[in-house]
C-alpha cells in the first residue's frame, strides 16, 4: 500500500471542506484510495452518503470514493486531520478558518484550491502554529454536480495543475501527493505570490461584470438570460486586457521574486499565435470560442419573466472584494498605475455602496475588512520581501 509523505509527515487522513463540485470531485477521487481516511465537513451533511461516485462525460464510472465520515461540526473530523483541503468560494474562508481554529493541530498542512483570496494573509496564524499551507492557481478539472452527495462529472483536467507552498521547501513533495492522488501533472510554483497573482477570476469575471453592466441603472430588466462567453464583447476584452497588463507592470515590480509562471491572459488564450485584427478582437474571438460549463451570466427571473442581475452571486461577492482588489492593493504598493482596476472597482463601490474608495483613491474604510497587504503593515517593496521572508522562516 502506497505512503504518501510532505516532508516527514506521513499523509493519512484527510478532511475535506466543502460540498460543492470540487468537494465532490475531490471525495470521488481521493475516497478511492484504500490507504487514505476520508472525511467531509460540510454545512449540509445530510446530502451526502459515505460513497462519492465520479462519472465521466459518456456517463462511465471512473472513481467510487469513500467517506469515513460527514459531519458539520469541526471537532468531530478536524482534529485527526494530517491534511485539510479548503474547496469553498474565497469569501468564505474567513469563516471556514475561524470555525476549524480551535481544531487544528499544529503541522496539520492546509491546502486551498484555488489559492487566491488573500490564503497568506487569513492562514498567518495556522502557519505561526506550524501549519504548511499550499494553494493552486486554478482548479484542477471542470466538474458538475449529477446527483448531490452521490455523483459527480468530471469534464477533463487541465494539462497542468499548478501548485505553490508556504514554506517554499516543502512544495515539490505537495505536487506529488496532490498530483499522484488527482492523477494530474502538478507543476510547483516558485512564489507563493504566483499563486496571488493568477489572473484568473478575480479578473476574468469583473472585467465581464463591468463590460455587461456598467450602465445598468436600478429596475433595468433583460428580455433574457445574457451569456457570460458566447457573447463576450471587444468591449469586456479591452478591460480584461488593461487589467491584464497592469498585474503584469506589478509582478515586474517584484523582480526579487520569481513571478514568470503568472502567465500573461495574452499567453494563456493563446491570442499571440492567433493571425490578424488586433489583440482586443483575437481575445474576444478566443473567448467566444471557448466551451465552458457556466456560461449563463449570474441572473434573476423575475414575475414579468425577464431577468435582473443576481447581485447574490460569487461573481459578484467573491471577486471583485477577495479577488480584484487584492491585485490592487499589491499594485499600489508597488507604484504601478491601475486606471483599468480602478475604473472597475469605482463602479463596483458604487453599485454596491462600499467603501473602497475615498477621494478618488483605492484607501476606502471598507478596506479595513479585506485580507489586503496594506492591513498586513506592507506598504513597500520591502515590506512585501519581509513578510513573505518571514513566513518561510517560521519553518
Not at 2 to 22: D, H, S, V
Not at 143 to 154: A, N
Request: charged fraction near 20%; aromatic fraction near 12%; include cysteine.
Amino acid at each position: 500500500m502506497y505512503t504518501w509523505k510532505i516532508g516527514e509527515k506521513t499523509i493519512g487522513n484527510i478532511c475535506i471542506i466543502g460540498g460543492g463540485n470540487e468537494g465532490h470531485y475531490f471525495l470521488a477521487l481521493l475516497g478511492s484510495r484504500p490507504e487514505l481516511n476520508i472525511s467531509l465537513l460540510t454545512s449540509r451533511p445530510e446530502k451526502f452518503g459515505y460513497e462519492v461516485i465520479s462519472l465521466n462525460t459518456t456517463n462511465k464510472i471512473e472513481t467510487v470514493g469513500r467517506i469515513a465520515k460527514v459531519s458539520s461540526d469541526p471537532e468531530e473530523v478536524i482534529p485527526s486531520a494530517d491534511m485539510i483541503i479548503i474547496l469553498v468560494p474565497s469569501n468564505t474562508y474567513p469563516g471556514y478558518l475561524n470555525k476549524i481554529a480551535p481544531y487544528v493541530q499544529p503541522g496539520t498542512i492546509l491546502g486551498f484550491i484555488p489559492g487566491t483570496g488573500g490564503v497568506e494573509f487569513l492562514a498567518k496564524p495556522f502557519i505561526e502554529r506550524g501549519c504548511p499551507v499550499f494553494g493552486s492557481q486554478r482548479v484542477p478539472s471542470g466538474t458538475k454536480v449529477i446527483e448531490p452527495g452521490h455523483k459527480v462529472e468530471s469534464l477533463g483536467s487541465r494539462k497542468d495543475f499548478r501548485i505553490a507552498a508556504i514554506p517554499g521547501s516543502i512544495t515539490k513533495d505537495v505536487c506529488a501527493v496532490i498530483g499522484g492522488l488527482l492523477q494530474i501533472n502538478t507543476v510547483p510554483l516558485p512564489h507563493y505570490l504566483s499563486v496571488t497573482f493568477t489572473p484568473s477570476n478575480p479578473i476574468l469575471h469583473t472585467s465581464r461584470l463591468y463590460g455587461l453592466f456598467h450602465n445598468y441603472t436600478e429596475g433595468e430588466e433583460y428580455n433574457e438570460n445574457l451569456s457570460f462567453y458566447k457573447q463576450w464583447d471587444n468591449f469586456s476584452s479591452e478591460v480584461l486586457l488593461g487589467c491584464n497588463d497592469e498585474l503584469q507592470s506589478c509582478c515586474i515590480k517584484l523582480s526579487q521574486y520569481n513571478l514568470s509562471q503568472v502567465s500573461s491572459l495574452r499567453e494563456h488564450y493563446e491570442i499571440c499565435r492567433v493571425p490578424g485584427n488586433t489583440d482586443i478582437e483575437k481575445m474576444t474571438n478566443k473567448i467566444r470560442s471557448l466551451v465552458y460549463l457556466k456560461d449563463l451570466v449570474p441572473m434573476l427571473r423575475i414575475d414579468s419573466g425577464k431577468f435582473i442581475p443576481n447581485f447574490e452571486s460569487r461573481y459578484f461577492t467573491e471577486d471583485f472584494p477577495y479577488g480584484l482588489s487584492i491585485l490592487r492593493s499589491f499594485c499600489g504598493i508597488c507604484g504601478t498605475e491601475t486606471p483599468y482596476m480602478d475604473t472597475v472597482l469605482g463602479w463596483y463601490d458604487r453599485m454596491f455602496t462600499k467603501n473602497y474608495y475615498f477621494n478618488g483613491k483605492f484607501c476606502g474604510k471598507g478596506l479595513d475588512e479585506l485580507p489586503l497587504p496594506q492591513n498586513y503593515n506592507i506598504s513597500s517593496l520591502e515590506d512585501i520581501y519581509m513578510y513573505y521572508d518571514k513566513l518561510e522562516a517560521l519553518f
